[in-house]
């Protein structure tokens, strides 16, 4: 079987390709870097996925870039837009066109629930995003969607939840253990009383790897977490503890634009291919 990732050094890329790399032929790709041997460079303002795909011909392409950044796609919609809608649309209309054969996975987000009505998230709960970037997720997904059922291109959405470990120089576990370095003083935003699913990254590209095998490429949507939901203050406590920080943690209690409350997901589709998680 032959995998192209897109996104190949952003955070999770790279974990995947540790893990795709030990399963199948390998190829890659991304917007930044330079291209090796089996990486090739592609423009995020004009991405030649048509070319690409029809060198290839690649069995599954996985897409692991984009954007990441719910702040950001305050700031600049636009930007945020391009990377994480107007990119998979690309790369949909170059497989339609040139490999008609290959399946996709988009990498989504839980971030399209927005704040969900009940806990467990499942995934045919009402998609509410409160964000720019989880609206341009929703939207990603709508295409992937619309090209299954109007062109039979075979696709597949994923939507983590708070995926952290390794490579990951931002969000909640890097931003404190900085702060702990600098100060015997930290304010986190929030009341601390919010809670995520936390999957950690190996997991996450192992959860990518079963679906490769087994899932059905049918449009669908597929919850990627633990399946437990843990407070942002227990988190924050559990990692200050075990680098022996000495100081004093508060919360603000001033939630951020675009932070969901509380995440627990239902992942019953994920445990049904064969999925458990290895890390909690």
């Known amino acids: 079987m032959r995998v192209l990732i897109i996104g190949a050094k952003e955070f999770i890329g790279v974990h995947l390709v540790a893990t ?3 399963r199948c032929e390998l190829n890659t790709a991304d917007i930044v870097g330079e ?5 090739w460079l592609i423009s995020s303002q004009a ?38 809608t107007g990119l998979v649309h690309s790369l949909l209309e170059a497989i339609r066109t040139r490999s008609p054969s290959t399946r996709l996975i988009n990498l989504s987000s839980a971030a399209i629930y927005g704040n969900p009505q009940a806990i ?23 295409l992937c969607r619309e090209y299954t059922q109007c062109f039979d291109v075979r ?74 939901g843990i407070t942002i203050r227990h988190a924050a406590e559990t990692l200050l503890a075990a680098v022996e920080w000495p100081g004093e943690l508060t919360f603000s209690g001033v939630v951020r634009d675009g932070d969901p409350l509380y995440w627990t997901a239902d992942i019953s589709r994920l ?10």
């Open 155 to 228: 696709t597949l959405s994923l939507r983590p939840f708070s995926v952290f470990g390794p490579h990951l120089r931002k969000q909640l576990f890097w931003d404190i253990f900085q702060k702990s370095r600098r100060s015997n003083q930290i304010v986190c935003p929030g009341t601390g009383n919010e809670t995520r699913d936390f999957i950690f990254a190996k997991d996450m590209a192992e959860s990518i790897a079963m679906c490769i095998e087994h899932a059905e490429f049918d449009g669908q949507a597929i919850n990627v977490a633990n399946g437990e």
């Open 47 to 84: 991405p030649d996925f048509h070319s690409l795909l029809n060198m290839l011909l690649p069995d599954v392409v996985v897409n692991c870039s984009g954007a990441a950044n719910v702040g950001l796609s305050f700031q600049d919609p636009h930007a945020d837009f391009q990377l994480n």
């Open 35 to 39: 291209p090796t041997d089996r990486h």
């Open 120 to 142: 467990p998230v499942a995934e045919t709960a009402p998609h509410a995003p409160i964000s720019p970037y989880g609206w341009h997720k929703l939207a990603a997904e709508n």
């Open 271 to 280: 445990k049904a291919l064969g999925f458990s998680p290895a890390y909690r």
């Open 20 to 22: 795709i790399a030990e």
